[in-house]
């Protein structure tokens, strides 16, 4: 594995661990075991290793906002997607355990979060738009809308909350969060088939 890439896995995993305002370069270096002159000649800071982390995250998430329109899903489908967006999320989650601090020191950074948080509410609003066409939705424009904004929240926040109540981060609540917000809008047998999966997903099944 190449030295940048071996810096980029160590300092995700020391982010994570600590949150990254407690790790410094120094630190990442020592875990390497490299000089801090060799991690500098790679990433001028701390700035650009979270840059270079956000843009692999990115990477990961991105091909999820995008499934081919002519796509037909089924309804397992929709929450498997919720459950791919959630793990590449909790793989990244330091970007999220104090987004607005974060994003206020770089205001790049806040620019690229502000693009790919559009996109997540884009696709969000898309297919729920599908499960409207195949009527298994039943709630009106103005209620979907804000449920991609409670959907958002709880994708960007929820691993964060439980952290901060001192339980361990897990995905599968998330998921499981996410589809009990969507179930109340679904009709009588597509809310069915959501909670009985969900339950699953509590579960652990």
Known sequence: MKTRERILDCTLLLFNERGEPNVSTLEIANELEISPGNLYYHFRGKEAL?????ERFQ???TPLLDPPAEARLAAEDYWLFLHLIVECLARYRFLFQDLATLAARQPRLARSLRHWLNGLKRTLAALLARLKAERQLVSDTRALGLLVEQISLTLLFSVAYQRLLGSKAESRLVVFQIMMLVAPH????ARALAERLALRYLDGD
Request: proline share 0%.
């Open 50 to 54: 979270v840059l270079a982390l956000f």
């Open 59 to 61: 990477q990961e998430a």
């Open 186 to 189: 679904l009709k009588e047998e």
